[in-house]
DNA sequence: TCTGGGGTCCTAGGACCC
DNA sequence: TCTGGGGTCCTAGGACCC
């Protein structure tokens, strides 16, 4: 989906359409003012100003006419402010991007059902049967499918069609937005090996940053690196998947169905919180995770039996905790209990700016969702060998 | 006044088992 | 005094993605 966050509102309020919009941060008392009015009476100028932002928010989305200014997804809100202060800033409305993901995705996979689902706003379709041929078939039915889904959301997508996943998630990235992409398996050199390494799904900052060092640039560099040279280098898994990927093979399969592998939920704080001078603030927080992220598991009808916490320190360095149960749990007070025990093992002499519990290794329940599940407390004499001791009893 | 929140996967060492 | 070969599970950290 193009700009996807950002698009959703600009459904809602049409007046924004060709400005810098900027979309992140959490929701704030400038926001609800907006709520409730007739949003198309709304003048442009009553929106709320990037320039007036303050926390530690980063975009989500912003409109191309605001990528203009050099502000783009993850960037943080101050950073961005400077950068384009006259940008509109509004929060995410998850909710309402719910709607429209389920939306979009429902109609995609009406016209080709296997379907893999990337997150909010992307998909992997699989129309190898395409009547027609790969290539024209599949231009006829991208279009198709951008235009279902225009009509019934009002919302922009770009389709890439390739042989495999690898390619088709370059080529969807070549005529945005609204675009459509065909790249076959002769379009490799003149299409895919111009391209910088990091255009692959799968190398990110480090990997290009290392493949920089060594003097390869683009895909055409990597497809030209001896193999083993780059097994040496990345190892032998990665340096394979490399040479692989950079003449375009990839045989991963579209994959229709898959479980959760962990539930976790986290808070960046307003300001870096101390173990000791704020604990009683810090406390709360951590109880209403763990009470979070057992209604997440309960909601969703999951159980896990590994328990951890996330710490990540005022310098930004992270560290993680965890304890595996002997039996799965969704039960918040078990889940506030181990990870407390976790919080204990780690380092808390820095200040803290975020917090987060996650609990893994995740099964189905063989209860019906929103069950309460029962806690036996721990006893006295375990909660002394707890303390002697520092295991679970 | 840098740097969200929710995920997946990989690596690597150690414990433990056969 | 020296010391196997697999395998799985647990834990911590980190890269990467949307």
Known sequence: MDAFYASVELLRYPQLKGLPVVIGGGRRKEDEALAGRALAEIGVDEFPKLQDYVGRGVITTATYAARQFGVGSAM?????????PQAILL????EEIRRYSRQFKAIAQEIVPLMEDRGVDEIYLDFTEVPGGQREGGRVLARLIQKAVLDATGLTCSVGVAPNKLIAKMASEFNKPNGISIVGPDDLQTLIWPLSCRKINGIGPKASEK??????HTIGDLAAADPQWLVAHFGKATGAWMHASAHGRDDRP??????????SRETTFDRDLHAVHDRAELGAVFTRLCEQVAADLQRKGYVGKTIGIKLRYDDFKAATRDHTLAAPTADAKAIRHAAGQCLKRAPLDKRLRLLGVRVGALVRANLEPNTTLAYIPPTPVAMYLEAQTGWLF
């Open 76 to 84: 943080g809100l101050m950073k961005a402010a400077k950068l384009c």
């Open 254 to 263: 579209v994959v229709t169905e898959s479980e959760p592998v962990s539930m």
């Open 211 to 216: 493949l920089t060092a060594l003097g390869i």
């Open 91 to 94: 929060p995410v409305d998850f």
